[in-house]
């Protein structure tokens, strides 16, 4: 089993849907939790960090479920500009960073 | 300026060459990594290093090695480059929880 475990997708999605984004993570002990973005070719982006109580940033929104060992992302009103591939990222003990392996999105118009 | 840099962009080469990439950061960050992507895998970490006399295994290291030869800079070493090897690789440097990752390096193994 993987650690870090997304569903790759690709979710076509039509401008101004909302869209939802569901990670697994195998290490009961992992620390901290991250979405990463990462658009054709290029480097992975920190998107936003993911804490327990939840957090929002605009027309994004990270909650982590520690009893469930599941992180979501949510983007609501979506954008053209928003398609990209999504990494979920987990920070395991001993400083190492896990990924999955990226769900993609793509908007249309 | 781009705080982490890679060298070269891209890189054709033949089985059995030894090449090297190269990773320089202006970020003063201690933790430097490298990640290779292959297309349904993510992003796998090869090596990794917390500071200029610390060098740790990652989860796929068997074929590469590394050399921190400043904090500044971490290069990765293909010593018999074979085909499987063809990839995308990143550099990573960190501070506290936040990577920030190089342009990488798109290499391809004949």
């Known amino acids: 089993r993987k650690e870090v475990e997304q569903d790759p997708g690709p979710f076509n999605v039509p401008e101004g849907a909302t869209v939802a984004f569901n990670c697994t993570y195998s290490?009961?002990?992992?620390?901290?939790f991250f979405w990463y973005r990462q658009d054709c070719r290029k480097e992975p982006k920190l998107l936003m960090s993911?804490?327990?109580s939840g957090n929002e940033d605009g027309r994004f929104t990270a909650q982590l479920n520690r009893a469930s060992q599941y992180i979501s992302l949510l983007i609501r009103d979506s954008k053209l500009s928003d398609s990209a591939t999504y990494l979920c990222?987990?920070?395991?003990?001993?400083?190492?960073?896990?990924f999955g392996q990226g769900t993609e999105l793509s908007v249309k118009p | 300026d781009a705080d982490v840099t890679q060298t070269p962009r891209n890189r054709i080469t033949k089985t059995g060459k030894r090449i090297m990439l190269e990773c320089s950061q202006t970020?003063?960050?201690?933790?430097m990594y490298w990640y290779r992507q292959d297309p349904g895998l993510g992003l796998r970490l090869i090596y990794y290093?917390?500071?200029?006399?610390?060098?740790n295994k990652g989860e796929i290291s068997d074929g590469y090695s590394v050399s921190r030869q400043a904090q500044a800079k971490f290069s990765l070493s293909l010593e018999s480059a074979i085909p499987n090897q063809t990839a995308l690789y990143f550099c990573?440097?960190?501070?506290?929880?936040?990577?920030?990752f190089g342009p990488g390096t798109r290499l391809t193994v004949l």
């Open positions: 993911v804490y327990s």
């Open positions: 970020k003063g960050h201690d933790r």
């Open positions: 990222v987990v920070l395991s003990i001993g400083g190492k960073l896990i």
């Open positions: 990573a440097t960190a501070s506290a929880d936040t990577q920030y």
């Open positions: 290093s917390f500071d200029v006399k610390d060098i």
């Open positions: 290490n009961s002990a992992s620390q901290s």
